[in-house]
């Protein structure tokens, strides 16, 4: 069961969209004291799955019935689908109409606003892979507001009681923003898979490599991760680039030229802005600084264009 309610200026809330963003914010605003009175969702079994969590939760098949029973209404559905089901919704003056996408601009919910709506953005700096992971990690999150000065205070106090922090994000910053948050996230994603498959040709793991890669690398991802948070990332960079150890780079490069070849330009490229970056702390000698460089951009090749961090 849920807190009981603070005193609120928002009232009963609705969700279009009933995927793994809306699940997860449903949950933690229920779990923080919320009035979750309504989902709608394309598979009626995905707005079951959001309503079986909240008691007195309706579900409809129309999103018409989520506005009609909620006063502040979140569009948690694809971001391509933001303006298109926002348009096909008759909204009441005074409606709070609040997208979760991270790039979208607040031109998609031009539809509500022309009717008295006020809109708004809210997202949240979480990955939402995972719903249930999700509404107990929001707390300590950051969270992105786009709003007028009525709507921005009511999602203020929201994320308050989430106990996460807000900022406000201008529509020039919102894409770079986005670009941020995937890069941190769906990236380094990416980059673990990627080193992971580098353990498939272990002569000693054959048959349970795939387990035993993840299994190995995830207690260093949690510790480098740990150690970013506590003491920044330019203190946190260790290995021969910060030693500016030569020969361990060269034997790097070598080796993936002939056994992994795509992660070559990969391992390139991250090693140039890593080399970037250690020019910002103090930490690293980076006497071989050139010849770093210029190792890992022959590596590269011609056909490829070295990446410069804006560093």
Same mark, same amino acid.
């Given at each position: 069961m =849920?807190?009981?309610?603070? @005193?609120?200026?928002?009232?009963?809330?609705g969700?279009?969209?009933?995927?793994?963003v +809306?699940?997860? *914010?449903s949950r933690a605003?229920?779990e923080s =004291?919320y009035?979750?009175?309504a989902v709608?969702s394309r598979?009626?079994?995905?707005?079951?799955?959001?309503a079986?969590?909240?008691p007195?939760?309706?579900?409809?098949?129309?999103?018409?019935?989520? !506005?009609?029973?909620?006063d502040?209404?979140?569009?948690t559905?694809?971001?391509e689908s933001?303006?298109?089901v !926002?348009c096909?919704? %008759?909204?009441?003056?005074?409606?709070?109409?609040?997208?979760?996408s991270?790039a979208?601009?607040l031109?998609?919910? &031009?539809?509500a606003?022309?009717q008295?709506?006020?809109?708004? =953005?809210?997202h949240?700096?979480?990955?939402f892979a995972?719903p @249930?992971?999700?509404?107990?990690?929001?707390?300590?999150?950051a969270?992105?507001l786009?709003? +007028?000065?009525?709507?921005?205070? @009511?999602?203020?106090?929201l994320?308050k009681n989430?106990?996460g922090w807000?900022?406000p994000?201008?529509?020039r910053?919102?894409v770079?923003? %986005?670009?941020?948050?995937?890069?941190?996230?769906?990236?380094?994603?990416?980059?673990?898979? *990627?080193s992971?498959?580098?353990?498939d040709?272990?002569?000693?793991?054959?048959?349970?490599?795939?387990?035993?890669?993840?299994?190995?690398l #995830?207690? *260093? /991802?949690?510790?480098?991760? @740990?150690?970013v948070?506590?003491k920044g990332?330019?203190?946190?960079? $260790?290995?021969p680039?910060t030693?500016g150890?030569?020969?361990?780079?060269?034997?790097h490069?070598? $080796?993936?030229?002939?056994?992994?070849?795509?992660f070559?330009?990969?391992?390139c %490229?991250?090693?140039?802005? !890593?080399?970037? /970056?250690l020019?910002q702390?103090?930490q690293?000698?980076?006497?071989d600084?050139?010849?770093?460089? #210029?190792l890992l951009r022959?590596?590269?090749g011609? &056909?490829y264009q070295v *990446?410069?961090?804006p560093?």
């Open positions: =849920g807190r009981s309610k603070n @005193e609120s200026t928002i009232g009963r809330v969700f279009i969209g009933a995927g793994s +809306g699940t997860g *914010l605003f229920y =004291g009035q979750i009175v709608s598979t009626r079994s995905s707005a079951g799955y959001l079986g969590f909240i007195g939760c309706q579900i409809y098949d129309d999103p018409q019935r989520v !506005a009609d029973a909620a502040l209404v979140f569009l559905v694809p971001d933001i303006q298109e !926002a096909s919704v %008759h909204w009441r003056f005074g409606h709070r109409v609040v997208h979760c991270g979208s601009p031109s998609v919910l &031009d539809c606003q022309n008295g709506a006020l809109v708004g =953005g809210f949240p700096l979480q990955t995972d @249930e992971l999700t509404s107990r990690n929001l707390k300590g999150s969270f992105a786009e709003a +007028g000065p009525i709507l921005s205070g @009511e999602l203020e106090e994320v989430l106990e807000a900022f994000l201008d529509p910053d919102r770079l923003y %986005h670009a941020s948050a995937v890069a941190v996230c769906g990236l380094l994603v990416t980059l673990i898979k *990627l992971a498959d580098l353990w040709g272990f002569v000693g793991l054959k048959g349970e490599n795939k387990t035993q890669a993840l299994t190995a #995830m207690p *260093l /991802v949690r510790t480098t991760v @740990e150690t948070s506590r990332p330019i203190d946190a960079l $260790t290995g680039l030693r150890d030569l020969a361990i780079v060269r034997e490069i070598s $080796t993936l030229k002939s056994d992994a070849p795509g070559l330009p990969i391992y %490229h991250l090693g140039l802005a !890593a080399l970037t /970056v020019t702390g103090s690293s000698k980076l006497v600084r050139k010849n770093l460089e #210029m022959d590596a590269l011609p &056909d *990446l410069r961090t560093c």
